[in-house]
């Protein structure tokens, strides 16, 4: 996927809702899709199973939370990430734990929440320089990461209507 592309469907997924709130909300409701989800699952919206997303979550918290503090640190490029190439490690789910990166992943949001909540108001315009998308402000970040959750939920809740289904 072009990295653009990627940018806009997250802003878009996010729309007007309060990143914040969204990023507060995710732990919740991974927490209670899990039992409803087979892990080994995928569907037309994506090319991940269930337990596949959860792991990759976990990794874009550890990823973003780093790009945040990097930020905040003045650092002048941020470590940029290849998200599918660290999902290359998940392809043999049997070896993974979905359950440990569900657990992983609500500790990180909690960290990182703690951090963003605790932000002076002139801190959400601090700047992380993406190697491939240029300049980006905090705010910026956590709408990324907000939308970004909102599309996985979306995924997973569709592959729930599946298992339900039956």
């Known amino acids: 996927m072009e990295k653009f592309e990627y940018v806009q469907k997250n802003l878009e997924a996010l729309g007007d809702r309060d990143p914040l709130e969204v990023l507060a ?9 899990f039992p409803q989800l087979d892990m080994r699952r995928g569907c037309e919206l994506t090319h991940w199973t269930a337990g596949e997303i959860y792991c990759h979550l976990a990794d874009l918290e550890i990823g973003y939370g780093f790009r945040l503090r990097q930020a905040l640190a003045g650092t002048e490029e941020a470590q940029a990430f290849d998200h599918d190439r660290w999902g ?24 990182n929440l703690e951090l963003l909540r605790n932000l002076e108001p002139q801190d959400w315009n601090r700047v992380a320089y993406h190697p491939q998308r240029g300049p980006e402000t905090i705010s910026f970040i956590v709408k990324m990461l907000a939308g970004h959750d909102l599309r ?9 209507s599946y298992v339900e289904a039956g």
């Open 25 to 33: 909300e995710t732990p919740d409701l991974l927490t209670e899709l």
């Open 88 to 111: 290359i490690r998940y392809r043999n789910y049997e070896s993974y734990s979905a359950r440990l990166a569900l657990e992983a992943f609500c500790a990180l949001r909690r960290w």
């Open 152 to 160: 996985h939920l979306k995924e997973l809740e569709y592959i729930a």
